[in-house]
């Protein structure tokens, strides 16, 4: 009687190699579109460590909106091979991989669609890698068109922020080709994330986890600073209660590294409030269509919304913790009670 062969994980259950294991070489060209907040930290973990711009033949090409950060970029590592190219399209068709990292689902099509833009770079053989948290119709828009041009797209939304992309520690949630997400897991994806999951070959799954876990993020923050705002405004010193929230089982790393600086209501952004108010929008819009009771979050995404047009505040391009001010001027408690 023969044995059965042994089940493998199914697809979403995939992640990547721990973080001990030696980086494999990717011996192809790499290109990096969009040095912002996010980009900037991955585009400088490909070339620090080696994955792209060590030599003539392994360059990091790359563009930006803003190509000062591109002159920037090359100026801080002077001994390896970063070349600046004068539109997204160059960079495509320069190269065999490109990684794009744009801030808005509105920057994001004007880049990949625009006459120079990545999508008219595309040609057979050609692999996109889009790191960006879009819809998911955006996401699999893009990826047909690619398809269209001979080329292949992957998904890669990733979970982190600014500190974490410029220390390599950020997650990646990938749909799309296999052969394209296990060719870079253990060299691109590696060195710039601790983790990366693969949710299958159709597009969209990844964007879907990266709705969920952004949402639930959102949701956490809106909480943390109602509890915090009512404990100032009921007398109680607000550190302690910092401090007792990170001894609890609702302890969270987000809590402890945000608290301290709300409490001195430091917003220098790591996640603009507007970004996270964008993912909190289309999260919802995913849970309308899927008909699932959502309210909480709704009611969260609603304060963000709120936050993020008040222009007297001026948060928008705040950290997200910025929601804390926004929940202190539409209340009517005693903020000078308390210790801050």
């Known amino acids: 009687m023969p044995i059965p062969p042994i089940p493998t994980l199914p697809p979403h259950r995939k992640v990547k190699a721990l973080p001990t294991d030696p980086v494999t070489k990717l011996n192809k060209r790499i290109g990096f579109i969009g040095l912002g907040i996010m980009g900037e930290g991955m585009a400088c973990r490909l070339v620090t460590e080696q994955i792209a711009g060590r030599d003539a033949e392994n360059p990091l090409v790359v563009w930006n909106r803003t190509v000062q950060k591109c002159y920037d970029m090359r100026d801080k590592y002077p001994s390896t091979n970063i070349v600046v190219k004068d539109t997204a399209r160059e960079v495509v068709e320069s190269c065999d991989i490109v990684f794009s990292m744009l801030s808005t689902p509105e920057a994001a099509r004007a880049v990949f669609e625009g006459e120079d833009g990545v999508l008219a770079g595309v040609s057979e053989g050609k692999s996109i890698v889009d790191c960006a948290t879009l819809a998911e119709s955006d996401m699999k828009r893009?990826?047909?068109?690619?398809?269209?041009?001979?080329?292949?797209?992957?998904?890669?939304?990733?979970?982190?922020?600014?500190?974490?992309?410029?220390?390599?520690?950020?997650?990646?949630?990938?749909?799309?080709?296999?052969?394209?997400?296990?060719?870079?897991?253990?060299?691109?994806?590696?060195?710039?994330?601790?983790?990366?999951?693969?949710?299958?070959?159709?597009?969209?799954?990844?964007?879907?986890?990266?709705?969920?876990?952004?949402?639930?993020?959102?949701?956490?923050?809106?909480?943390?600073?109602?509890?915090?705002?009512?404990?100032?405004?009921?007398?109680?010193?607000?550190?302690?209660?910092?401090?007792?929230?990170?001894?609890?089982?609702?302890?969270?790393?987000?809590?402890?590294?945000?608290?301290?600086?709300?409490?001195?209501?430091?917003h220098k952004p790591n996640f603009p409030l507007k970004h996270a108010h964008k993912d909190m929008a289309l999260a919802c819009e995913m849970a309308k269509n899927a008909k699932v009771e959502y309210s909480v979050m709704e009611q969260a995404e609603l304060l963000f919304r709120q936050a993020r047009e008040d222009e007297e505040l001026s948060v928008a391009d705040s950290d997200f913790s910025a929601v804390y001010e926004k929940i202190r001027k539409e209340s009517d408690g005693d903020f000078t009670k308390g210790k801050n």
């Open 142 to 266: 893009m990826n047909e068109a690619v398809l269209s041009k001979g080329g292949q797209f992957l998904e890669a939304p990733v979970s982190g922020s600014k500190v974490p992309a410029a220390t390599g520690t950020l997650i990646f949630l990938c749909a799309g080709p296999s052969d394209l997400f296990y060719g870079i897991l253990d060299n691109a994806l590696r060195v710039m994330g601790k983790a990366s999951h693969y949710f299958g070959t159709e597009v969209g799954q990844g964007t879907r986890a990266k709705l969920v876990v952004n949402s639930l993020m959102g949701t956490m923050m809106a909480a943390y600073s109602e509890g915090l705002a009512l404990a100032q405004s009921v007398d109680l010193d607000v550190s302690k209660i910092v401090e007792v929230i990170g001894q609890g089982a609702i302890q969270s790393p987000m809590y402890a590294l945000k608290g301290p600086k709300m409490l001195k209501h430091d």
